[in-house]
């Protein structure tokens, strides 16, 4: 399952959005039917994993971590506990919870990113700056491709 593409959109009054036909096609073909919605880690963007990533994802941080280790195990708690199911509507439709809204600064219009096996949601305002310039991304990723065996 990938995602692909950068799609503008915009959310109601209520926090609503579409989820737009491509990434619903993708989940469809897919047979995915939940989504699960959070805050991302690093950047100041939603993500939504379909069921089955959100899982391979909880499995994997879970084998990391050693439960009887408080700190790792207060990562994971905070990890899952900052998660929320999402559901679609006939018509493709979801809400956004306004704490999710607040925490990336969403307020109207949002970009959908497809992101490999995951969908992030942007504030259009976060948007506007890529993360690396043009010349500055070549060189990583031609430093990256250079140097791993595939």
Do not use: H
């Not at 919870?97 to 959908?112: A, G, H, S, T």
């Not at 305002?125 to 070549?138: I, K, V």
């Amino acid at each position: 399952m990938r995602f692909l593409g950068n799609i503008e959109a915009k959310t109601d009054a209520k926090g609503r959005a579409f989820l737009p036909v491509i990434f619903r096609k993708v989940l469809q073909a897919s047979g995915e039917e939940k989504l699960i919605l959070r805050k991302d880690v690093f950047e100041k963007c939603l993500v939504l994993y379909p069921e089955s990533v959100w899982n391979e994802q909880l499995n994997s941080l879970r084998n990391r971590l050693n439960r009887w280790d408080r700190q790792e195990w207060q990562v994971f708690r905070q990890f899952v506990s900052d998660a929320e199911f999402i559901a679609l509507d006939s018509n493709g439709r979801f809400l956004i919870p306004k704490r999710y809204l607040k925490m990336v600064n969403i307020e109207q219009d949002i970009m959908f990113k497809g992101v490999d096996d995951t969908i992030e949601i942007w504030s259009k305002s976060n948007c506007d700056n890529p993360d690396f310039q043009p010349e500055e991304f070549s060189k990583t990723l031609q430093g990256i491709m250079s140097n791993k065996e595939v």
